[in-house]
């Protein structure tokens, strides 16, 4: 049975990041030992974030989210990464692959929004303190959480019904380590003009609406930072946003990287490092970032640590 309408393949081979013997058994454990601290990373962060009432704020309600993502995104990714390093051949069947870049495109585009909330929550923070309990009531943040949630379901299936409808004759040979969507279009005998469309328009709102939002959010950030007069005010007010920026710069960084430059420039062995760091050095970042830099998260580790040992 053919797996989709007019779709003769049933099942891609992933040809992973490299194909030189040599290096397959020190990347296995490299990204193997990145991903056990990407999943302990984010899961004592949720876990924290649970566990400790004086976290239970928006700023971590979003950052809770922003974890829960960042531990299933890498979950989508990696462990079928690791097969091609230990595999003769990575196989992996239509619909698994149909379903990995469902998935992909989900997590992926919620981060973009959820750090878009986040950088809202700042704004409103910042710019208009004594409103904050009011504009970002728990009520708010769930609506601004579900909003993302239903954004990125809806565009990932315009992603992803868009590549359903082509069809993939004889070749099956994705030259990455996962089912992406541009090395996808690329081994599709039909015609991929309204897919190209398709990620204009859809990833480009994408791209687009948060990048607008965060800007503007982080413009007038900047303006009522510069008019506090105390150092110590100011200085506090850059540590509240400086771990989000970061994060911020990290993940649109890498993924424009990818996606806004022209496809004829550069090998794809460098569109596959690229990816690499979105994908798995981005989500393993994260919860780093957002412990060491914030003071509010070691105290709540320090505190449920010391709990721990009595």
Do not use: W
């Amino acid at each position: 049975m053919s797996p989709a309408n007019g779709s003769l393949v049933t099942e891609f081979i992933l040809m992973g990041l490299t194909d030189q013997p040599d290096l397959q058994m020190p990347l296995f454990f490299l990204f193997l030992g990145m991903y056990t601290v990407t999943a302990l990373g984010n899961l004592g962060l949720i876990m924290l974030v649970v566990l400790t009432p004086h976290l239970h704020t928006p700023m971590y309600f979003f950052l809770f989210n922003l974890s829960f993502i960042d531990l299933c995104y890498s979950s989508v990714i990696t462990p079928k990464m690791l097969a091609n390093f230990i595999l003769r051949k990575n196989v992996i069947s239509y619909k698994g692959c149909m379903t990995q870049l469902y998935f992909f495109c989900f997590f992926a585009i919620s981060e973009c929004y959820v750090l878009t909330s986040m950088a809202y929550d700042r704004y409103v923070a910042i710019c208009n303190p004594l409103l904050y309990s009011t504009t970002m009531s728990p009520k708010v943040c769930s609506y601004l959480v579900l909003a993302s949630y239903l954004v990125a379901f809806f565009c990932a299936m315009a992603h992803t019904g868009c590549v359903l409808r082509l069809t993939f004759c004889d070749a099956n040979t994705i030259h990455h380590f996962f089912c992406d969507l541009l090395p996808l279009l690329q081994l599709s005998c039909t015609n991929t003009y309204v897919n190209q469309i398709e990620i204009f328009i859809v990833g480009g709102k994408d791209i687009v609406v948060p990048s607008l939002v965060i800007f503007t959010s982080y413009g007038f950030i900047l303006s009522s930072i510069l008019k506090i007069r105390s150092t110590e005010g100011r200085s506090k007010a850059f540590s509240t946003c400086s771990s989000h920026i970061l994060a911020i710069s990290l993940f649109f960084g890498s993924c424009a990287f990818v996606y806004l430059k022209p496809s004829t420039t550069g090998p794809m062995n460098e569109s596959k490092i690229s990816s690499v760091f979105y994908t798995i050095v981005v989500p393993m970042m994260n919860p780093l970032i957002y412990s060491l830099r914030n003071k509010d998260v070691k105290l709540a580790l320090s505190k449920t640590l010391s709990r721990r040992k009595f």
